[in-house]
């Protein structure tokens, strides 16, 4: 039954998740409350604490966009949460300029990340899993909503809100082949990696053969990685495509992912958005830097010359079986063109096959009979129907309706400032500041 509460005092919003979405959108809220009146914001994220796609930050990986598109540059170049900024506290700004490039690591990016969430610490909890979002009824409205999450311990929190911002993420695509091998450690999605390979034989130098399955950027960047810290590994790509594509990140093109190109694909109709997104779906979708390509392509060609075949290349391959032994993991792979089937063997299984987004319609679930198919308006509010007054917002659901953009961090601070007038639009100005400070609702363990 769906709860009624007489309204108590309540957050302004709740944000699911602290990745760099809701954290651009907490510094642009930090930022607009010096003119606007504070809001009584919380951020809520599963991970124990910050961490942006920690296990995937091998050495070797790279930013795939320029650092000026940081949390705040293209809205605010003066505001102090910028990655110069964060190079100039921590005194590293001549160095990195030394380095001339417009890509930092990704460890580095992290650590700038990690850096701008301390100084939100007291908006944010970490550990605390969001498990549904549900509708707060009073006179057959919605006026609020209760917000369900759950910390390590097992301890449930319930909190209330005027308005939530989902900003989840992806969750790793498991593709069908391997959905009964769930739990076997030797077979693991490119989200887990850097823990997951440090439990394995390799570590302590023991031979071992790997697969990789998937054609993208994470691929490669595995292959690299194990290239080159696991002299004793050997792999095998595995990748439904006939090449590694490169990523199309010319001038032109990357114009897409301006502000301006996301309004244009807004104003179109739906089969028009589909048709600029499949247009430009090698931006992002299964392609894979080019000074990468050409490193992987130098490994390949190098084995040629010495005669020493460490690793296997294995294109138009779909795999078609995937069956656990006590000593492998049996892949049945199957060629798009000649239709053979080749049976392998490998102590270990790296699926590098992207992410689903589809957290969105799990959370909200309970709000289904309010929100229609989750379309959403330009300022990325779900359209929900009258009953529903309480503002749901999205980051990273909307690429459908507001272009490629949507699952990147191409327009953070735009969107934040979207999302954050929106809100305070929704608010209304004069009972901002007024708020009296939210209380957890109940605890339960
Ligand atoms: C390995 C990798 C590299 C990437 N590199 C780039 C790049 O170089 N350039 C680029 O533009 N994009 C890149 N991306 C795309 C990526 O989506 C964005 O960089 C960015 O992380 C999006 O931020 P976000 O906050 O929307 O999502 P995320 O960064 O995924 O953050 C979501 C957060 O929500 C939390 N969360 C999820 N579910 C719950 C829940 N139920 N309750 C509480 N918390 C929850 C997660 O713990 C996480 O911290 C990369 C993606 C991956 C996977």
Redesign the pocket.
């Known amino acids: 039954m769906t709860p009624s509460v007489a309204p108590a005092a309540i957050h302004d919003l709740i944000g ?7 954290l651009a959108l907490a510094i642009a809220l930090r930022e607009r409350a010096q003119q606007q009146g504070a809001l009584d914001v919380l951020f ?4 124990a604490d910050y961490r ?2 920690g296990n ?1 930050l091998v050495t070797q990986s790279e ?3 320029s650092f000026l598109k940081d949390l705040v540059t293209l809205r605010n170049p003066s505001s102090p949460y910028s990655f110069v900024n964060y190079l100039h506290a921590h005194d590293r700004l001549v160095d990195f300029i030394n380095l001339g490039t417009f890509y930092p690591c ?1 460890m580095e990016y992290n650590d700038y990340l990690r850096w701008v969430a301390a100084q939100f610490s007291e908006q944010s909890r970490y550990g ?4 549904a979002i549900e509708p707060l009824l009073h006179n057959q409205k919605v006026e609020s909503l209760r917000v369900i ?1 759950r910390d390590s311990h097992g301890e449930t929190f319930v909190r209330q809100t005027r308005a939530v911002v989902v ?4 969750t790793p695509r498991i593709p069908e082949a391997f959905r009964s091998l769930k739990g076997d450690a030797r077979v693991f999605h490119h ?1 887990h990696y850097l823990e997951r390979m440090a439990q394995q034989p390799c570590v302590s130098g023991k031979p071992m053969r790997v697969a990789i399955i998937g054609g993208g950027q ?1 691929a490669a960047e595995a292959f690299i990685d194990l290239n080159d810290s696991f002299p004793s590994v050997q792999v095998d790509m595995i990748l439904r495509g006939s090449a590694l594509k490169p990523a199309d990140d010319s001038p032109f093109v990357n114009e897409v992912f301006s502000p301006e190109f996301t309004d244009l694909v807004f104003s179109q109709t739906g089969a028009e958005r589909e048709r600029f997104i499949r247009e430009y779906h090698n931006t992002n979708y299964s392609v894979v830097d080019i000074d990468l390509i050409e490193r992987i392509y130098g490994i390949f060609y190098r084995q040629k010359v010495s005669g020493v075949q460490r690793h296997a290349f294995h294109h138009l391959r779909t795999v078609e079986r995937a069956t656990a032994h006590g000593d492998g993991i049996e892949l049945a792979l199957r060629h798009s063109a000649s239709g053979e089937l080749d049976v392998h063997r490998y102590d270990a299984v790296v699926l590098a096959t992207g ?1 689903e987004r589809q ?1 969105h319609r799990h ?1 909200l679930e309970p709000l289904s009979q309010y929100l229609g198919d989750f379309d959403v308006d330009r300022d990325y509010r779900v359209i929900t129907d009258a009953r529903c007054q309480a503002a749901v917002y999205m ?2 659901f909307c690429q459908a309706s507001h272009g490629l953009s949507d ?4 327009v953070l601070p735009i969107r934040a400032n979207d999302i954050a007038s929106s809100l305070y639009d929704y608010l209304g100005h004069q009972s901002l500041s007024s708020a009296p400070r939210a209380p957890l609702l109940a605890t339960a363990s």
Do not use: C
């Open positions: 699911i998740g602290f990745g760099p979405s809701n809520l994220d599963k991970q942006w796609h995937t930013l795939q966009i990704r605390e899993e969001v498990l999450s900003s989840a993420g992806g989200a994470s992410y957290m959370l980051q990273g699952t990147l961090l191409s």
